[in-house]
């Protein structure tokens, strides 16, 4: 258990409202990562950071912005929610063992913009 | 620029068949890790199997083995004696070791029937 938790884990939002998903991690990971998942789509990488303020854009980071103040949170703000950022997004964080590396995700969170 | 594609959108299996799910990737960093994760409806994310790019031999986990040809960049998943349980959705993905830009492919959705 990788101590990751995702807050909240649903949330109904209107459009043009600001809207922040927090990931909260308990064990100093290092890499930290935010995905959307959408049928036909996969899990896309919106943002994903490799260090307090270390931050850098995925492939669908537009309308998305994140924030990395401490090692152990990473938020993801979607500054004005559009119906298109009606998704589940969930965020991950990688761990090198003595196994190898493995990516641990959190809950989800299921955001509904109407 | 770093992607996974994953071609088949849906497969089946009958129970105790083979099934091999296929995934191609492209990075230009030389050394990274592939992995399978699979999805099942409870939307957690279940590590399968990795792979470090820089072993040449092929990675096995009980019934779940992959055929990794790096020089075509290919990083097939094969499932033998396919059970029920195996039934989800599965991501392939890779890690480049820099950054850990973890990207994820599109998903194959696998049902195993009776």
Avoid at chain 1, 8 to 16: A, D, M, S, Y
Wanted: hydrophobic share 30%; charged share 20%.
């Amino acid at each position: 258990d990788a101590g990751i938790t995702q807050s909240p884990r649903h949330k109904v939002t209107e459009t043009g409202t600001p809207v922040t998903l927090r990931c909260h991690q308990t064990e100093n990971h290092r890499y930290m990562y935010w995905y959307r998942q959408d049928p036909g789509h996969g899990l896309r990488l919106i943002h994903y950071s490799y260090g307090v303020k270390d931050t850098d854009k995925g492939e669908v980071s537009d309308g998305y912005s994140v924030s990395r103040s401490k090692t152990e949170d990473f938020l993801l703000t979607l500054e004005s929610a559009t119906s298109s950022q009606t998704s589940v997004y969930f965020c991950a964080i990688s761990e090198s063992t003595r196994g190898g590396t493995e990516a641990f995700f959190g809950q989800g969170t299921r955001l509904t913009v109407v | 620029a770093q992607t996974v594609t994953q071609s088949q959108p849906e497969m089946s299996v009958q129970e105790a068949e083979t099934v091999t799910l296929s995934c191609t990737y492209d990075t230009s960093e030389n050394n990274y890790y592939l992995f399978w994760y699979k999805q099942p409806p409870s939307r957690q994310m279940i590590l399968v199997i990795r792979q470090e790019a820089y072993k040449q031999q092929n990675a096995t986990e009980n019934r779940f083995s992959v055929n990794f040809q790096k020089a075509a960049k290919s990083f097939s998943l094969k499932i033998s004696d396919s059970q029920l349980g195996d039934t989800a959705m599965y991501f392939c993905a890779s890690l480049n070791t820099g950054f850990q830009k973890l990207v994820f492919g599109t998903g194959t959705r696998l049902l195993v029937s009776p």
